[in-house]
């Protein structure tokens, strides 16, 4: 008997169609790009692509990472195994980045199953707000914000599985706790102030002891709040203790380590009247350090000397700082005096990670209690490497925030460029890309390849004109719910919420920074873009809520038809 394709399987067979369409259309557009090749960023670039290397040369060795330096151990080293996966593998670095993302829609939608709304819409609709995100295709150069933004959205599905399995009764929601630690320590270690991550997995846990409370499951909550913890903690010491093994020290990095920190954060107390915008630690500041400190004033010759004159001269970094007309005037800002300090550490015959942090203790108790004696004036330590906040800089970081929030819901001057300066060293560019399996941005070509047009004046639009419209009908819908579907509009209350919450923390993150690191809010398409990944978890979950709310209206009217025809 001849078979025939029967609705249900044109329909299947259309739903499978346009899965792949959107995944193909979004790794050409969004992920397959150029890479910009810039290993003169030795703070950067060249320190992931190097530590790369140095994992895969040097696995099975004593120094995982190889010789210590000053920068080896600087920041977190989740992007350099990244990098270092696709070298080993053969698997070109746009393409991983891309492959990363892929199972995103899915564990979003087996998030969601209890709540049993349409799978193959809300499967589509995931694909269009996680995989087309402008951020996660910007950035040319080999940095982290791809890969940090993809840890961004595990975390953030991750807590709302935790957040739906409770409130639905599901079994095994243990996990979700787990790996929602996991998620933050992920992100951690992969840009040091992943930690904002906290505040929605706090929202989060608190809508779970508000649905345990009800179900009189309290102790349940307890366990949750001790896995997610644990879960955190698993990749910071995997990598303190890989760190450990190589270089005796318990922790990530050097920008993760409580010694450095320390030394770091009372260096930039000392004489808080001296301090200016953006700049930690002033000379004149420095200067009665010397005087009291013995172990502070082996540095001088390097901190005043020629050694971090690349530092103290940078113009860029006068720029960003607003001593854009003082170029010539040697001083070291929050963006720069960590870099000299560790450089000035280990020239000074500090080689090995155990006798750099033996001399951030001995100088920070010298200090300190220089301090106590009151033979230094001292104000309060910042938080990390950040210099304290004024009582008169609080009002600006609320402001700062208010901008960043701004800009991520109205964002300016997103483009990606093809046309690229050419590489100085061709020999060093070539062999990255053979490495990594990408290819250089042509500074010949006129005009903007196909992918970058629908890029720049679709999917950049689209989402521009997009946040605003979607978020306020998603309120709306979130209050029909709360009327008519109640325990459902109470959970997607508590996942947007969770989500906001994401927005929020990171944004008082940037308001910090543009108020005492650098202008970082003036930087267009830089650091605040970061802040489109968890802008549209908090899209989707509106866009789920309007269709919730749709579905609930229709099966309303279908009701009322039927007994209307009865």
């Known amino acids: 008997m001849k078979m025939y394709p029967t609705n249900t399987s044109l329909v299947a067979g259309f739903h499978l169609s346009l899965i792949i369409v959107l995944y193909g259309l979004a790794f050409v557009v969004v992920f397959e790009r150029p890479l910009d090749v810039q290993q003169w960023q030795w703070a950067d670039d060249a320190l992931f692509y190097d530590n790369a290397r140095a994992i895969i040369s040097n696995f099975g060795e004593d120094f995982w990472l190889g010789p210590f330096t000053e920068v080896l151990l600087a920041k977190a080293p989740f992007f350099s195994i990244f990098v270092a996966l696709s070298i080993s593998s053969g698997i070109p670095l746009r393409v ?20 049993q709304l349409p799978k193959f819409f809300l499967l589509s609709i995931s694909i269009v707000c996680l995989l087309f995100i402008p951020a996660a295709g910007l950035q040319l150069r080999l940095v982290r914000t791809t890969v940090f933004g993809a840890i961004v959205l595990y975390t953030l ?43 929605p997995a706090l929202i989060a846990m608190t809508a779970v002891f508000l649905f345990s409370r009800k179900q009189k499951r309290v102790i349940e909550v307890i366990v949750l709040t001790l896995l997610l913890v644990v879960g955190y903690q698993v990749p910071l010491a995997t990598f303190s203790l890989l760190n450990y093994h ?80 003082k170029l010539n005037t040697r001083e070291f800002f929050v963006s720069t005096f960590d870099w000299a300090l560790a450089r000035a550490i280990f020239l000074s015959g500090r080689t090995t990670a155990r006798d750099f942090l033996d001399f951030c203790d001995k100088a920070t108790e010298e200090i300190q209690s220089a301090i106590h004696s009151g033979e230094l004036v001292a104000g309060s330590t910042g938080l990390g490497l950040l210099p304290s906040l004024s009582e ?38 070539s062999n990255w890309h053979s490495s990594l399996g990408t290819w250089a941005a042509d500074s010949h070509v006129l005009g903007e390849r196909f992918s970058d047009i629908v890029f720049n004046r679709f999917v950049v639009n689209l989402f521009k004109v997009s946040y605003g419209i979607t978020f306020v009908l998603g309120i709306i819908a979130l209050v029909f719910l709360l009327r008519k579907e ?81």
């Not at 709302?160 to 992100?187: D, E, H, N, P, S």
Request: net charge positive.
């Open 246 to 325: 190589s270089y005796g020290v318990f922790s990530p990095s050097l920008r993760q380590n409580q010694s450095y920190k320390k030394l770091y954060s009372t260096l930039t107390s000392i004489e808080p009247a001296e301090r200016s915008k953006y700049v930690p630690f002033a000379a004149k500041a420095r200067q009665s350090t010397y005087e009291i400190s013995p172990y502070f004033r082996q540095l001088k010759p390097f901190v005043e000397g020629a050694a971090v004159d690349d530092l103290a001269t940078n113009a860029e970094h006068h720029r960003i700082s607003g001593w854009g007309e």
């Open 157 to 199: 599905i991750f807590m709302t599985a935790l957040i739906v399995y409770v409130a639905m009764r599901q079994k095994r929601i243990w996990i979700w706790a787990f790996l929602t630690g996991a998620g933050i320590g992920c992100a951690a270690m992969t840009r040091e102030e992943g930690i904002w991550l906290f505040f």
């Open 96 to 115: 991983l980045e891309f492959l990363l993302y892929v199972p995103l829609p899915f564990l979003f939608l087996f998030a969601l199953r209890p709540l």
């Open 486 to 566: 109640k325990r459902q509009g109470v959970i997607l209350l508590a996942v947007m919420t969770a989500s906001a919450g994401g927005v929020i923390a990171f944004s008082v993150v940037m308001g910090v920074m543009d108020t005492i690191a650098w202008s970082i809010l003036e930087q267009v398409g830089s650091y605040n873009i970061i802040g489109q990944f968890p802008l549209h978890f908090l899209f989707l979950i509106s866009v789920v809520a309007i269709l919730h709310c749709f579905e609930v209206f229709r099966s309303e009217k279908l009701v009322t038809e039927k007994e209307i025809s009865v």
């Open 392 to 429: 008169g800089e609080v009002s600006q970081v609320l402001y700062a925030t208010y901008r960043s929030i701004q800009l991520l819901f109205w964002p300016q001057g997103i483009v990606r460029k093809n046309n690229l300066s050419t590489n100085p060293n061709p020999g060093v560019a």
